[in-house]
């Protein structure tokens, strides 16, 4: 059923929170994009509470499923990252459709990764640890988020360009997976600078490189080269999130929640955070919905090939 004209009229209703559906762990980077988010969203809405949704599993198509399944009234909504683009390419039978089971409510922000080790791994630059890869190949146990997630791909791209099979381990999210890289259960990882710039600063795990063509100016992760410096051209992922709400959600729901984002991403507070942890907040023009939309849609044109290449399906 859709939201009555009168509950859109008077949406958000002080006394019912709005849920973000997370299909990632707590405590991991998606999850602290929504937190934060969620904090700088509540006052343009009129101080309702907003809740986070954990709904994790599969590379994130379990919550985001959960999400195109909601009540269209504004109440549910989904934030997601660069897996809306890389899902498709890699699960046959998703039971939803990128393009058309959600309204598009804007880009939040940009996030680079790093790639990381266990503290005990004997590399302490990144030449020492593709020659340490070079040497144990499918002994290297790397961990991810599940197929779909930035994790994955990320290490999708690097087996390709390194031309090794790694062992991957899947993780709920990478905040599970870092503990054990920290407690050195698995070996390396490919993670957004949200989850790893506090770890790496704590030395609690090793830094090789970062995944954007440019250095880092964030202090804790300027000293690292890129991958695309090291030998791997072309080597370039950030991954984006968006914020997403059912399809069907009546217009006026979406042009509260859009403008709530809007000024949300202008919130100083959530944007010294988000740049703290090396991520770049969006600017207007890709919070529009619309381009919102068309970006999504050359994401997925440009990584499904890259994808099929690597072979690898989930379903
Ligand atoms: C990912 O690898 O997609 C994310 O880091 C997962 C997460 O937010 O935990």
């Known amino acids: 059923a859709v939201a009555l004209p009168a509950q859109a009229q008077s949406f958000p209703a002080a006394d019912k929170p709005i849920t973000i559906i997370v299909p990632f762990s707590a405590g991991g980077p998606t999850d602290r994009v929504a937190r934060d988010l969620a904090e700088a969203m509540r006052k343009p809405l009129g101080n309702v509470s907003i809740v986070i949704d954990n709904a994790t599993g599969a590379g994130s198509s379990i919550g985001t499923a959960k999400a195109a399944r909601a009540r269209p009234d504004g109440y549910t909504l989904l934030l997601n990252h ?6 498709p390419a890699l699960y046959r039978n998703l039971p939803f459709k990128v393009d058309s089971s959600f309204e598009y409510l804007g880009i939040i922000n940009d996030v680079p990764m790093t790639l990381v080790g266990k503290p005990t791994l004997p590399a302490n630059n990144y030449k020492e640890l593709a020659g340490w890869i070079s040497q144990n190949k499918s002994k290297v146990n790397m961990a991810n988020a599940g197929l779909g997630s930035a994790s994955h791909l990320c290490g999708l791209l690097l087996q390709s360009a390194l031309k090794t099979q790694l062992t991957t381990v899947p993780y709920k999210g990478t905040a599970p997976a870092m503990t054990d890289l920290m407690g050195g259960q ?6 957004q600078t949200t989850n790893t710039t506090s770890q790496i600063a704590a030395k609690k795990v090793k830094a090789y490189a970062v995944t954007t ?3 880092l100016t964030t202090p804790q992760l300027r000293g690292l080269p890129t991958l695309d410096s090291q ?10 999130h968006g914020l997403y709400a059912p399809k069907g959600t009546p217009a006026p729901v979406l042009a509260k929640l859009n403008t709530a984002l809007k000024a949300a991403l202008k919130d100083p507070v959530f944007i010294q955070k988000q740049q703290g942890l090396g991520a770049v907040v969006a600017t207007d023009r890709r919070v529009e919905p619309a381009a919102h939309k068309q970006f999504v849609a050359a994401e ?16």
Do not use: E, H
């Open 213 to 215: 063509t440019k250095p």
């Open 82 to 87: 660069i897996a809306m683009s890389t899902m």
């Open 231 to 240: 030998g791997l051209k072309g080597f370039n992922v950030t991954i984006w």
């Open 186 to 191: 698995v070996d390396v990882m490919c993670d």
């Open 300 to 315: 997925t044109a440009k990584w499904s090939p890259i994808i099929k290449a690597a072979g690898q399906y989930a379903d």
